[in-house]
Each structure stands twice: as structure tokens, then as C-alpha cells.
């Protein structure tokens, strides 16, 4: 329990200093090339003036400052290195909180009962929106937790999504 407040007392300077071993050696340095390449004036910090310099190089001119600010925002102060790759971790790592994922879940289960059926969510995966292949619906299905009826325990998968798979990690 001490823990936990003390992780709290010292917030996002805790989160900062884990973001390097959420990524392997090679990856942050391709983020730290991509890093320099944004950050024009080569000061350590990406500001607005460096993210325009970067959209004219790539040909798109007329970003609004809107757009800009909501970007810099994203970082909730200066966005230095450690900023940086914090915000690709939590965009990489896929961050939505569990509430959000069980909720989207919740409206396949009309009756509540904390499954979905792994076929029906697989015609649904494979023909709405963002139509998965077959074969991205198994690497999807590879971690789900599903029962001998063929029913995908969700509340669990979402457990898997946002904190990781133990099978995996040992």
C-alpha cells in the first residue's frame, strides 16, 4: 500500500523514467532520430514553431495553430525527449482505459453476461468498419480467453489488453 501512495505522490516524473523499458534499444533510437528531426531549432524541446517547420518540409502548409496546440497539449508541458516517447508508448501500447474497452464490449452483450460469441464478434470484426482479415481476427483471438462453447470471456480480455498477457511475459 505504501507503495502505491508513493508511486502517487511522484506521478507522471514515475511514468517518464519507466517509458525507456517499454521499448527496446534500436526503437529508441529511431525515436530519438525522429525526435531530432521534429525538433527543428535542435533546443531539446518540440514547440510550435518546430512542428510547423516539420509539416512545410513534408508539403503541408496551412495546419491550422489549433491543430498544432492540440498536439502540444497532448504532452501537458514542455514535450523534451522523455515527453516524447512517453506519448508514443502510451499511443503504441494502446491505452484506452479498461472501462472504456469493457463498455465497447458491453454493447455486443445485450444481456450482460460478460462474454461475447468468438464467431459473431468475428463476422462482426471481419465485415464492419475497420474490416479485419481472418487472419487478424486469429492473432486477435491467439490471447482471448474463450470457453469450450466458443464464448469470448471479455472482461478478461480487456484485462489482457490493457495490462498484458502473464503467459506471455514468463
Known amino acids: 500500500i505504501k507503495k502505491a501512495s508513493n508511486k502517487r505522490q511522484r506521478g507522471a516524473q514515475k511514468s517518464c523514467s519507466n517509458v525507456f523499458s517499454m521499448f527496446e534499444q534500436n526503437q529508441i533510437q529511431e525515436f530519438k532520430e525522429a525526435f531530432g528531426c521534429i525538433d527543428q531549432d535542435r533546443d531539446g524541446v518540440i514547440k510550435k514553431q518546430d512542428l510547423k517547420e516539420t509539416y512545410a518540409q513534408l508539403g503541408k502548409l496551412n495546419v491550422k495553430d489549433e491543430e498544432l496546440d492540440e498536439m502540444l497539449n497532448e504532452g501537458k508541458g514542455p514535450i523534451n525527449f522523455t515527453v516524447f516517447l512517453t506519448l508514443f508508448g502510451?499511443?503504441?501500447?494502446?491505452?484506452?482505459?479498461?472501462?472504456?474497452?469493457?463498455?465497447?464490449?458491453?454493447?455486443?452483450?445485450?444481456?450482460?453476461?460478460g462474454f461475447v460469441n468468438k464467431d459473431e464478434f468475428k463476422r462482426l470484426l471481419m465485415n464492419q468498419a475497420d474490416k479485419f482479415t481472418a487472419e487478424e481476427v486469429d492473432q486477435a483471438f491467439a490471447l482471448a480467453p474463450i470457453d469450450p462453447t466458443g464464448n469470448i470471456d471479455y472482461k478478461s480480455l480487456c484485462y489482457i489488453i490493457t495490462h498484458g498477457d502473464e503467459k506471455e511475459e514468463s
Open 90 to 113: 502510451e499511443k503504441l501500447n494502446g491505452t484506452d482505459p479498461e472501462d472504456t474497452i469493457l463498455a465497447a464490449f458491453k454493447l455486443f452483450d445485450p444481456n450482460g453476461t
